[in-house]
T-cell receptor
């Protein structure tokens, strides 16, 4: 049973527009959430995180929103750039004491 | 080293053979994780080492899979009697402290079982 779900396998966005990637989770014990970005033939790299005590965290063009009641988080990228084209993985853990649980990823294509 | 190093980067093996995959974590990182990514799937947790504690093996898919970490540093993931469904990218990550924070991943080993 998937505890972290990314229901959109792919997303295509025009350069300059906003990209919104979504993630749902089922385990109410999760309290720390992360987004990783992965280019082909490379390992995932950390992008941004959020603790359950917050509902928003912003870092430059990247913002993560957390809706605990809906068990939903989203990653906003604005403005989107061609270099943002990659697979984005949502991940979650419990108090940082358990290995990260990852979703299946969403492939973002930013079209120039 | 500066990053997490994995070797080999690619491995093709015949069904039934044993394989060993190596991970050299960032110096000083006490936690080490193995994940795999099968085609069209997310990152599946396999095993986790934290310092001198007994490893968390809860993600290993079968008893053909084993891993060890020598001297709290280098780790080897061994798959015995490989099957075609073992074909995947095997990713290693390390972190400074226990748990879900601050993973640094290696580039992975792409294993193909023919």
């Amino acid at each position: 049973d998937q505890q972290v779900k990314q229901n959109s396998p792919s997303l295509s966005v025009q350069e300059g527009r906003i990209s919104i990637l979504n993630c749902d989770y089922t385990n109410s014990m999760f309290d720390y959430f992360l987004w990783y970005k992965k280019y082909p033939a490379e390992g995932p790299t950390f992008l941004i995180s959020i603790s359950s005590i917050k509902d928003k965290n912003e870092d430059g063009r990247f913002t993560v929103f957390l809706n605990k009641s809906a068990k939903h988080l989203s990653l906003h990228i604005v403005p989107s750039q061609p270099g943002d084209s990659a697979v984005y993985f949502c991940a979650a853990s419990t108090s940082g004491n358990t290995p990260l649980v990852f979703g299946k990823g969403t492939r973002l294509s930013v079209i120039a | 080293g500066a990053g997490v190093s994995q070797s080999p980067s690619n491995k093709v093996t015949e069904k039934g053979k044993d394989v060993e995959l190596r991970c050299d974590p960032i110096s000083g990182h006490t936690a080490l994780y193995w994940y795999r990514q099968s085609l069209g799937q997310g990152l599946e947790f396999l095993i986790y080492f934290q310092g001198n504690s007994a490893p968390d093996k809860s993600g290993l898919p079968s008893d053909r899979f084993s891993a060890e970490r020598t001297g709290g540093s280098v780790s080897t993931l061994t798959i015995q009697r490989t099957q075609q469904e073992d074909s995947a990218v095997y990713l290693c990550a390390s972190s400074l402290v226990q748990g879900g924070y601050g993973y640094t991943f290696g580039s992975g080993t792409r294993l193909t079982v023919v």
